[in-house]
T-cell receptor, first 115, second 115 residues
Framework: DTGVSQNPRHKITKRGQNVTFRCDPISEHNRLYWYRQTLGQGPEFLTYFQNEAQLEKSRLLSDRFSAERPKGSFSTLEIQRTEQGDSAMYLC?????????????FGPGTRLLVL | AQSVTQLGSHVSVSEGALVLLRCNYSSSVPPYLFWYVQYPNQGLQLLLKYTSAATLVKGINGFEAEFKKSETSFHLTKPSAHMSDAAEYFCAVIVPNFGNEKLTFGTGTRLTIIP
């Protein structure tokens, strides 16, 4: 069990550019979540997948954001036409739903800075 | 909708002293409650969770929390603080609804340990 990994760990981009983040969950975990954490705040839910299906998106997720989990394994989060307000830590978590309460395991996050 | 309130954005304790981090929740149905710890520039690590079994929950690193329904509280404690406990702590709630078990986080408490 190698844990949840995220790449890149840091990303600096200019306003208007597109960025893509990758999350590799714990193998065999069927749920994958994306959260966003801004400075001084707790993480906020963005979206989640059950296997390859994206089942819910937060109102925080504007049309510029898109997430995929094409084969039910890794996931990508893309932000188009980045804005300075997108600067945040993007956290990925995975869990195994198998009866009872799932426990979400978090990756180290990708810190995005939009200049 | 569920919510979590963490009283005290910053808490300082002396090394060896009692640690008490406060968390109150709001939920229309019996919730599941979690405490996560976050070290600088890292993701979140699960300390402990309450899932309607024993009300006193023991976690890693000597932490424990007690679920008190009458007070809608889930405070985190540790009898003797260690320098390595310095970090940000987040209380979170899940409202089980057989669907999206997204975590709703509080705003966090930064714990400082005084040598």
């Amino acid at each position: 069990d190698t844990g949840v990994s995220q790449n890149p760990r840091h990303k600096i981009t200019k306003r208007g550019q597109n960025v893509t983040f990758r999350c590799d969950p714990i193998s065999e975990h069927n749920r994958l979540y994306w959260y966003r954490q801004t400075l001084g705040q707790g993480p906020e839910f963005l979206t989640y997948f059950q296997n390859e299906a994206q089942l819910e998106k937060s109102r925080l997720l504007s049309d510029r954001f898109s997430a995929e989990r094409p084969k039910g394994s890794f996931s990508t989060l893309e932000i188009q036409r980045t804005e300075q307000g997108d600067s945040a830590m993007y956290l990925c978590a995975s869990s195994l739903v198998a009866g009872g309460t799932e426990t979400q395991y978090f990756g180290p996050g990708t810190r995005l800075l939009v200049l | 909708a569920q919510s979590v309130t963490q009283l005290g954005s910053h808490v300082s304790v002396s090394e060896g002293a009692l640690v008490l981090l406060r968390c109150n929740y709001s939920s229309s149905v019996p919730p599941y409650l979690f405490w996560y710890v976050q070290y600088p520039n890292q993701g979140l690590q699960l300390l402990l969770k309450y899932t309607s079994a024993a009300t006193l929950v023991k976690g890693i690193n000597g932490f424990e929390a007690e679920f008190k329904k009458s007070e809608t509280s889930f405070h985190l404690t540790k009898p003797s603080a260690h320098m390595s406990d310095a970090a940000e702590y987040f209380c979170a709630v899940i409202v089980p609804n057989f669907g999206n078990e997204k975590l709703t986080f509080g705003t966090g408490t930064r714990l400082t340990i005084i040598p």
